[in-house]
């Protein structure tokens, strides 16, 4: 009888289909508890990198190289508080993957082009730091806003080229006939492309950003050195000091962006390489909405070391933005008033 019992209470993701996913079971409390996190956590993650977004494509100030770098890394961010969080959230709450094989393909390809697009972008924000620290007489000519766009774009088109191969080669759009059960969209790579991507999507950025952030923090400490020494010096020694204390907290500032990026997504890509039964559930899980969570950590901290980041959202949520020539607004003077 007790058998009868739980065959009866057994439910199916699709009950039609012999092959279904047991779906799994929560009581209503914890769907409402996932229900109002995942709730909170996409509006807070796109409402704070839309202010990122407005404050940087807004105000012609901040129209520099670095920040146009972080305006695509808004964007991403953003892209994951509106699509990803969303859909993320309903899987939890289900347990079941009700959209179809084309469905978890198109899923797959959004997930993971945010993902390497995003690691991407700090690979683009750590070439920036170094030529800024390490060769500022260069870096005007180096780093215009034009290549720095051009490089964004290019960014972007190569992760979605990339991405749409790496989705298609392992059978996303055809998840049915890869998994155990009908109702899961679950990332499987073939041991090929596990080899591929991990140069591709780990190794090569992440050395690339380790190397260019310790060699930025030995060439700060080298010339706070220089600079100490002379800092009794005419008014232009004081003026490089200022330039350079300046190029320091921006390479501080990015590379606290930077180390929190990857220490929520380094462990998540590693688990994700790994085979199904090597982790539980449970940890999956939570990796995975660690890494979302990191998306709406960004915009906190450009308010808690970015002046002007705080004096634009002013101008914001006053809807100042709207008033006659208000993109002209000097705001690196006006916070500095």
């Known amino acids: 009888m007790a058998n009868v019992a739980e065959d009866y209470d057994t439910q199916y993701c699709f009950p039609a289909i ?52 972080i305006l695509s890394l808004a964007v991403a961010d953003m892209l994951v508080g ?48 170094y030529m800024a620290v390490c060769h500022p007489l260069l870096y005007p000519q180096k780093m215009t806003t034009t290549k720095t766009l051009i490089s964004i774009c290019l960014c972007w088109f190569c992760c979605s080229v990339y991405i749409i191969w790496f989705v298609i080669s392992n059978g996303y759009f055809n998840m049915s006939e890869r998994t155990l059960c009908y109702g899961q969209c679950i990332v499987l790579i073939t041991p090929a492309w596990r080899f591929i991507d991990l ?32 800092i009794n010096g005419i008014k232009c020694v004081m ?37 199904n039964t090597a982790i539980s559930p449970t940890t999956l899980t939570f990796l995975t ?26 101008h914001i949520v006053t809807f100042r933005i709207f008033q006659p020539a208000s993109s002209l607004t000097d705001i690196f003077t006006e916070s500095h008033s």
């Open 82 to 129: 509106l699509i990803v969080i969303p859909i993320e959230g309903i899987k939890q709450i289900e347990t079941c993957w009700y959209f179809g094989d084309t469905n978890c393909g198109l899923f797959v390809i959004i997930v993971r082009l945010l993902l390497i697009t995003s690691l991407s972008n700090l690979v683009l924000i750590a070439v920036d730091r």
């Open 18 to 69: 012999n092959s279904s996913c047991i779906k799994g079971k929560r009581s209503s409390f914890e769907n409402n508890i996932i229900y109002m996190f995942v709730l909170l956590l996409s509006a807070w993650t796109v409402f704070l990198n839309l202010l990122v977004i407005i404050s940087i494509s807004h105000f012609k100030k901040l129209h520099t190289p670095t920040n146009l770098i």
């Open 199 to 230: 140069i591709i999507s780990f190794l090569f950025p992440c050395t690339v950003i380790i190397t260019a952030y310790v060699r930025i923090f030995y060439v700060v400490q080298q010339q706070v050195k220089v600079i100490n020494s002379q």
């Open 289 to 314: 909405w660690t890494f979302h969570i990191n998306s709406g950590l960004n915009p906190i901290v450009y308010a808690l070391f970015y002046r002007w980041f705080k004096i634009s959202v002013k």
């Open 239 to 275: 003026d490089v000091s200022v330039k350079r204390r300046t190029e320091s907290k921006a390479a501080l500032t990015l590379g606290i962006i930077v180390t929190a990026y990857l220490l929520c997504w380094i462990p998540f890509y590693i688990c994700s390489l790994t085979t």
